[in-house]
T-cell receptor, first 114, second 111 residues
Framework: NAGVTQTPKFQVLKTGQSMTLQCAQD?????MSWYRQDPGMGLRLIHY???????DQGEVPNGYNVSRSTTEDFPLRLLSAAPSQTSVYFC?????????????FGPGTRLTVL | LAKTTQPVSMDSYEGQEVNITCSHN???????ITWYQQFPSQGPRFIIQ???TKVTNEVASLFIPADRKSSTLSLPRVSLSDTAVYYC????????????FGQGTTLQVKP
């Protein structure tokens, strides 16, 4: 199993550009989520999904869109990038999304918005 | 949701035992306590989970007192490679949805 994969690893955008961060998992997990991590800070939840076709907002959803058309994929879209979105983005998955389920994290995407 | 409080940072030296305490005064009856570890430039990874008393695995031990209002992650004989951020999470098997990590505890191990 590849686990949780994320692409790209690094990305530089200009203010106003849009892009999609890709996340895929091959563990047949129902729950997937996106976090951002800013320097010296913990993880903040952006959006999450408890299954295909179901998504919901986390702590910091503004400026981001998600969809979940398949169990495997959970892309994160930045509609109009802003410098405040410069961060490291982590995708995670777990079997059921319960707090007792182990979260598996991807390697992260380091995004810089100029 | 049970709120957790951890120290922001801790320093230690190689070979010492490190104990990181997490407070969770509002823990519910069916809540478990889970700890994650995050190395620089990597995503977090699961370390240990427990409900009460003591749990031990090849990486760490987790001590939970009878009132369960706090828990202590114990790392025996740390090395430089244990330098990481450690997160404490609380929640039950019935909770789904928002999984909030918080700021965590940054452990710096010095030679």
């Amino acid at each position: 199993n590849a686990g949780v994969t994320q692409t790209p690893k690094f990305q530089v955008l200009k203010t106003g550009q849009s892009m999609t961060l890709q996340c895929a998992q091959d563990m047949n997990h129902e729950y997937m989520s996106w976090y951002r991590q800013d320097p010296g800070m913990g993880l903040r939840l952006i959006h999450y999904s408890v299954g295909a076709g179901i998504t919901d907002q986390g702590e910091v959803p503004n400026g981001y869109n998600v969809s979940r058309s398949t169990t495997e994929d959970f892309p994160l879209r930045l509609l109009s990038a802003a410098p405040s979105q410069t961060s490291v983005y982590f995708c995670a998955s777990s079997l059921g999304g319960r707090r007792t389920d182990t979260q598996y994290f991807g390697p992260g995407t380091r995004l810089t918005v100029l | 949701l049970a709120k957790t409080t951890q120290p922001v940072s801790m320093d230690s030296y190689e070979g010492q035992e490190v104990n990181i305490t997490c407070s969770h005064n509002n823990i519910a009856t069916n809540d478990y306590i889970t700890w994650y570890q995050q190395f620089p430039s990597q995503g977090p990874r699961f370390i240990i989970q427990g409900y009460k008393t003591k749990v031990t695995n090849e990486v760490a031990s987790l001590f939970i007192p009878a009132d369960r209002k706090s828990s202590t992650l114990s790392l025996p004989r740390v090395s430089l490679s244990d330098t990481a951020v450690y997160y404490c999470l609380v929640g039950g098997s019935g909770n789904t949805g928002k999984l909030i990590f918080g700021q965590g505890t940054t452990l710096q191990v010095k030679p």
